[in-house]
């Protein structure tokens, strides 16, 4: 039997998030939760999150919940949603504070100012739909074709040198990474929980994932 953690950490999408995780796979015990011993003795672990990325940090601490989010990503299926893709990497731009430092990498702005010191024009945040380029094959996007339209809102993107743990990317306008896989994590920058028929069938694939 499946039993999921959704870490309450106060800045997730909770609700949406466990109710898709019950709709498909109505035998998983889902529970919501910021006790770490809950989240260290589920056999999967999820971290949803929105907002600002200094407030998810503190929020991590206050919550006592920080240590057992790295000892889930070190060692059970862990899936990331938006802020719980962003606190893996090293720092963020965001208040310049530093993040978990699981995976290499750093939370950049979109739109920042460009080498030749141009501002591109964007609507920030990116809001809305988007097609998501599947860059390497993964049990995740199993049944989902690349290319296939993901929900997003989120002001700030990850950037990582490594292109091995890159798992797909989107255009907003120039290509970012919006999805990363290694080992037993895997997270994205959209939200599944809120992109309907590709949404639900990741969260699928994710309960039936076994790295």
Wanted: overall charge neutral; charged content about 20%; some cysteine.
């Amino acid at each position: 039997m499946n039993s999921i953690a959704v870490v309450d950490y106060g800045m997730g999408n909770l609700r949406s998030v466990s109710k898709a995780l019950e709709h498909v796979d109505s035998s998983a015990v889902v529970t919501v939760t910021n006790d770490p011993e809950v989240i260290r003795s589920a056999s999967r672990v999820v971290v949803p999150g929105q907002g600002a990325m200094p407030h998810c940090m503190q929020a991590l601490d206050k919550q006592g919940v920080r240590e057992a989010i790295i000892e889930a990503a070190r060692n059970k299926p862990f899936l990331g949603i938006c802020l719980g893709l962003q606190m893996l990497f090293r720092e963020s731009e965001e208040g310049h504070i530093s993040a978990l430092n699981i995976l290499p990498g750093n939370v950049k702005k979109l739109g920042a100012r460009k080498t030749d010191n141009s501002i591109p024009k964007l609507k920030i945040p990116h809001m809305g739909w988007n097609q998501v380029h599947q860059t390497m094959a993964h049990p995740l996007w199993d049944g989902i074709a690349t290319n296939a339209r993901f929900y997003f809102v989120h002001s700030y993107f990850v950037a990582t040198d490594e292109s091995a743990i890159v798992a797909g990317n989107t255009d907003y306008p120039d290509p970012f990474t919006c999805a990363v896989a290694r080992d037993n994590i895997f997270a994205t920058q959209f939200h599944p929980e809120k992109s309907h028929l590709a949404g639900l069938t990741l969260l699928r694939n994710f309960l039936k994932w076994a790295p």
